[in-house]
């Protein structure tokens, strides 16, 4: 794509005079205002090197210390794909197999959980639910602990039955992996992982991540958080400090068979396992294989996972095909997808494609659906909504708000300003009846 023709693709932003990498921070420029960040690392990778890496920004509004390619942030549930990596090659060395039960390598486990798979756990297939407690122990002996305090609550959905995204089921890999190595998790991760990708700088332990230049998480107004958010017990889950320049390095990995400068850094055969479609999100219609989500947009297949926690967001976009990934980093709660997505569309020369489907008609949801509907739907203990009858129309109840309902198609229905819950799915039973709502990456179980 010529130069001229990106211009008119982004005509508020760049121009056909700029050279890349002047376009690139065009573009960073503009989402940090818009995203509210007081900084953003980004790291563009194409054909196995890195294209573009640079910080923007400060990495805290106290200190003013600028934010650069190497500087460290949390990356919240991008770590879910670290995780997975390391799973995946301790399956290619024959040290687990993913598919029997997790039992096999941590007997003491809560016989429900037990009963999962590695490949239904990383999946998010395991019918486990979903939470994220931000501060707890930050000791090694946490993570077990956490796991080994769990009963039957935490299993909401039979292992296999539906994909819903669940921070406490790589919290429970966490807890195998540290069985199976013998190893502290953030040691076994660090060896499997991360120093055979070149991440030497990376690390889930907080203490080592600020020996390093961090970037300190910040609330929306621009203050720091404090105290510092910390739970041993979550690591798995979303608490990697890396770098814009070392992620690079793993998306380098994931877009080469697991080559890194030319040698082969992780088994080729293990990013083909994490990059292959095991499940699907009904809500939003994207796969997910382990640790990351796989889906198309623009006409090609796209490889993603984001993250976000209290101060920090994390996105990585990879385009497989045109060798292409992206990653961008952020000291406040925003995901930067957008930005992301530009990034990609300019070094692809793509054009955005609507991936909109036929426009949806809302209409009231009819008498003998709303029987049916009626009831709660949970997922776990905190996660709960209700459809009743109110005002002669289905209403959904979600954080202590009433939302009215329409149907939008077959088994799809909207509660307008509802969030998450805006757009969400009824799954039926094997009895024709209701059994699941979905919305977005989660399911919640109708209750009898």
Wanted: some cysteine; hydrophobic content about 45%.
């Amino acid at each position: 794509m010529q130069a001229a023709t990106i211009a008119f693709l982004f005509p508020a932003i760049l121009f056909a005079g700029d050279d890349l990498p002047a376009q690139i921070d065009r573009l960073i420029d503009v989402a940090r205002v818009e995203y509210g960040a007081p900084g953003i690392s980004l790291a563009v990778v194409k054909d196995g090197r890195i294209l573009y890496a640079k910080g923007s920004g400060v990495a805290s509004v106290e200190t003013a210390m600028v934010v650069t390619p190497d500087t460290l942030f949390r990356i919240a549930s991008t770590s879910k794909m670290f995780t997975a990596a390391a799973f995946a090659s301790l399956a290619e060395a024959g040290r687990v197999d993913l598919d029997k039960p997790v039992r096999e390598y941590a007997p003491k486990l809560q016989p429900c959980l037990g009963e999962t798979t590695l490949h239904q756990i990383l999946s998010h297939t395991a019918g486990l639910r979903d939470d994220a407690p931000m501060d707890g122990p930050h000791d090694d002996a946490a993570l077990g602990n956490t796991v080994m305090s769990w009963g039957s609550e935490v299993c909401f959905a039979p292992p296999g039955k539906i994909f819903s995204y669940s921070n406490p089921g790589y919290a429970l890999a966490g807890y195998v992996l540290e069985q199976v190595t013998g190893k502290p998790f953030a040691d076994s991760i660090r060896d499997l992982v991360l120093l055979p990708a070149g991440m030497i700088r990376s690390t889930f332990r907080p203490l080592m991540a600020m020996t390093y230049p961090l970037a300190l998480g910040h609330h929306p107004k621009d203050s720091v958080v404090r105290p510092y958010p910390d739970h041993a017990g979550t690591w798995p889950a979303g608490s990697l400090f890396s770098s814009a320049n070392e992620i690079a390095r793993f998306m380098i990995a994931l877009l080469e068979e697991g080559r890194i400068d030319g040698k082969q850094a992780l088994p080729a055969r293990a990013i083909a396992r994490m990059e292959k479609p095991s499940a699907k999100a009904l809500a939003i219609g994207r796969g997910y294989g382990y640790g990351l989500q796989v889906f198309e947009e623009d006409g090609q297949p796209v490889i993603r996972h984001t993250g976000g926690r209290i101060g920090y967001g994390s996105v990585i976009h990879l385009l497989p095909a045109q060798h292409i990934g992206v990653v961008a980093l952020t000291n406040n709660t925003s995901i930067a997808n957008q930005l992301v997505r530009d990034v990609a569309r300019l070094i692809a020369g793509t054009v955005p494609i609507s991936s909109r489907g036929a426009a949806s008609h809302p209409e009231p949801v009819p008498l003998v659906l709303r029987e049916r509907l009626r009831g709660s739907y949970i997922n776990g203990a905190t996660i709960r909504v209700a459809l009743a009858e109110r005002d002669g129309g289905l209403h959904l109840q979600f954080a202590g708000r009433w939302f009215p309902v329409q149907r939008l198609g077959p088994d799809r229905y909207g509660a307008a300003g509802a969030a998450q819950l805006s757009d969400f799915r009824i799954v039926n039973g094997m009895n024709g009846e209701p059994e699941y709502l979905v919305a977005e990456m989660w399911a919640l179980r109708k209750q009898q």
